[in-house]
């Protein structure tokens, strides 16, 4: 029987004391924001078949040297000065994962204090995609819409105390979300009991709502 699956929060109950922000260093922050434009330019490049044969040889070379020194494990967890938890290789937001659509959470409250009851919070997340994460024409795939949603009102089950793992995630697409122009995902955890607990929220382009979600998390953890 396989192990059953651990939040990154129960990952760091476990391993005790975490590394501050000071280990995230600007030339590692530096190298996502590079690939993400090289990921965006590979997606729109018209470039002639030489072009891309030196291109590929180029990437080649250097995924060989950044493989060359490889940590144990994907997941790096670092512990801000006011208790909150960031998990920075996480596909939903993490800072040091390129794929990870570029999130910015908006006055983040820090994380409640272990074995405190959970409170109702909200809270608001920003981003601009670009065609690398495109669906049908000039608009953002369906897909990055929901894990944008799942991020943020994961996110927020977190900031509430009554953090989990994702169990149910219902999205309604309403109308086109664009990319290339700023987005703001709002989330709130008001429900909770049992080990399990209710999030809701809205992504908006201005003051158009383009989705909204309802999802459901188990917690992982014990007080």
């Known amino acids: 029987m396989s192990d059953p699956p651990v939040s990154a929060a129960r990952l760091a109950d476990l391993l005790g004391e975490l590394p501050g922000p000071e280990s995230v260093t600007p030339e590692e922050i530096a190298l996502v924001e590079r690939v993400r ?25 250097l995924t060989q040297r950044l493989a060359a020194r490889r940590r144990d494990g994907g997941i790096r967890l670092i512990r801000h000065a006011d208790g909150r938890l960031e998990n920075l290789t996480q596909a939903g937001s993490g800072r040091l994962n390129p794929q990870a659509p570029p999130l910015e959470f908006v006055d983040l409250p820090p994380d409640p204090p272990r074995g405190a009851e959970p409170r109702p919070v909200e809270i608001r ?16 795939h369906g897909g990055v ?34 990319f290339g122009v700023p987005l703001e995902i709002t ?33 992982d953890r014990t007080k």
């Open 37 to 61: 434009e090289l990921v965006e330019a590979v997606v729109l490049t018209d470039a002639d078949r030489a072009t891309l044969t030196d291109a590929a040889g180029a990437v080649a070379a």
């Open 145 to 178: 819409v929901a894990l944008l949603l799942d991020q943020v009102l994961g996110m927020a089950v977190h900031a509430a105390g009554a953090g989990g793992l994702t169990r149910a995630l219902t999205v309604e697409l309403r109308k086109a979300t664009p």
């Open 187 to 219: 989330a709130r955890c008001t429900e909770f009991g049992g080990g399990r607990s209710r999030a809701t929220g809205e992504l908006r382009h201005g003051e158009v709502v383009t989705a909204e979600a309802v999802a459901t998390f188990v917690t």
């Open 125 to 140: 997340a920003r981003c601009t995609l670009t065609a690398a994460h495109g669906g049908s024409p000039d608009r953002v």
